[in-house]
């Protein structure tokens, strides 16, 4: 749809202009003004009508608003960072001991101290490899080309695989080979048996420089010594009681059913969630209220806009608590399975932060002359409210009370009154730990 030249009247007008006195927005009043994708963003966007503090600018890089040094460090390297962000967190990843991975570090960045690098850095005069004298000991040379490592990796590539691995580029060889999801032909991870390997064949080289030639290991037996530390290494570093490693130690968990359950006698039960990223990227809430009867009394679905998912999850409790106050109910259970979100409401945040408005809202929402709970549950706890979070995003933008359920919800609905539940291992908090249970939940 063609927008309209906006006046310079329309631009001067204040925000105050463009909500009702409930801080929702009059889409009418800029629909032809601007861009939908625009006006989605602005749509999910919460105004407080009631807010006293001045306006401030936020620094919107940072979650709370405030301006960080480090932030602005980000925004300034965005461009480098994104293109190398996997690169450098798949090298701190590798299932490899520690010092392996500092190598590696220093490796990809250049950094370790071949003859040419010694000789650029005016270290040396002799750039040659020492046993390789009418060829420049690079970094390429040591790792791939020198007979001990040309020896090695031609009997652990696989034949069809050989061209493409001895011709690519120096930098995007390793970063191929260090992010690899394949299997060596020894059955361990390739990316952690290509990192060990360059280890030791860097080790072979240092005995040779610092011990003489005779000291190192002929080809095969290199190959051998390295399939063997390499093997070792990696189980030991998968093993939680071997070197240290941080083998990937399974957390105490029970087995236990989870569904929805009812609230108790004279209390109102309101599942709310929110949903993003679906058509357009756009954002939907939606949610149910039950008795302790687990009838339906109530509900909702509202399209609003575009944003996060933290935001639409904050945007279903506000929803939720507002249809349930003008329903007149003065006990209320309400259930959101994000646990940020709740955090988030629970937590006095700065003024600062992007979600400022709406969370005032909810507080005084919350503070009015009722009693309200708000707690955590869990997704199959909640699967009338999230089946009806996506269910808005048929609407246009706005919130609408449902009086009776959909159509397509019934059988969830079914579902929670016969009581059905479905299994999930739950972690079990250490004695020793300070973060709270429903916090480990997530």
Request: proline share 6%; glycine share 6%.
């Amino acid at each position: 749809m063609a927008t309209e030249t906006i006046s310079e009247e329309d631009l001067q007008r204040p925000v105050s202009e463009f909500v009702d006195e409930d801080g929702n927005w009059k889409v009418e009043k800029f629909a032809s003004l601007l861009p939908q994708e625009i006006q989605h963003k602005i749509t999910a966007h919460a105004v407080d009508p009631l807010a006293t503090e001045e306006d401030h600018l936020f620094w919107t890089p940072t979650t709370d608003g405030r301006f960080t040094t480090k932030s602005a460090y980000q925004i300034l390297h965005a461009a480098l960072a994104s293109a190398q962000q996997s690169w450098w967190k798949a090298i701190w990843h590798l299932t490899v001991p520690e010092r392996v991975r500092c190598f590696i570090w220093l490796l990809a960045q250049g950094k370790v101290s071949s003859n040419e690098v010694r000789a650029h850095r005016r270290l040396t005069q002799e750039d040659s490899c020492y046993r390789c004298p009418s060829q420049t000991e690079s970094l390429p040379h040591i790792f791939r080309s020198c007979p001990p490592a040309a020896f090695f990796w031609h009997r652990v590539v696989p034949s069809a695989a050989q061209q493409e691995f001895f011709s690519l580029p120096w930098e995007e060889w390793l970063r191929r080979n260090l992010t690899s999801k394949e299997s060596s032909s020894t059955g361990l991870p390739w990316d952690a048996f290509f990192g060990i390997s360059l280890w030791c064949l860097w080790k072979n080289r240092n005995e040779g420089v610092f011990k003489g030639i005779n000291k190192t290991l002929s080809a095969p037996s290199l190959m051998q010594s390295i399939k063997i530390k390499a093997g070792i290494w990696i189980r030991a570093w998968n093993a939680p009681t071997l070197l240290g490693g941080r083998g990937n130690l399974a957390p105490n968990r029970v087995l236990t059913d989870i569904g929805w359950q009812p609230p108790p006698a004279g209390w109102t039960k309101v599942n709310v969630d929110g949903a993003a990223g679906g058509s357009q990227g756009l954002a939907g809430a939606g949610g149910v209220i039950r008795d302790s009867n687990s009838c339906w009394q109530g509900g909702f679905v509202s399209n609003l806009g575009s944003c996060s998912a933290t935001l639409a999850e904050l945007w279903a409790i506000y929803h939720g608590l507002r249809l349930v106050w003008n329903k007149g109910y003065k006990t209320i259970i309400i259930e959101s399975d994000s646990q940020l979100a709740i955090q988030l409401v629970k937590n006095r945040s700065d003024p600062l932060h992007p979600y400022a408005a709406l969370l005032s809202t909810i507080r005084r929402k919350i503070s009015l002359d009722w009693v309200v709970n708000l707690v955590h549950t869990y997704r199959k706890g909640n699967r009338v409210a999230d089946w009806l979070s996506k269910y808005s995003l048929v609407y246009p933008y706005d919130m609408y009370e449902l009086e009776k359920p959909p159509q397509e919800a019934l059988h969830i609905l079914q579902d929670d009154q016969r009581g059905i539940t479905f299994p999930r291992n739950i972690v079990i908090p250490s004695p020793t730990s300070s973060i709270s249970e429903e916090l480990l939940f997530l």
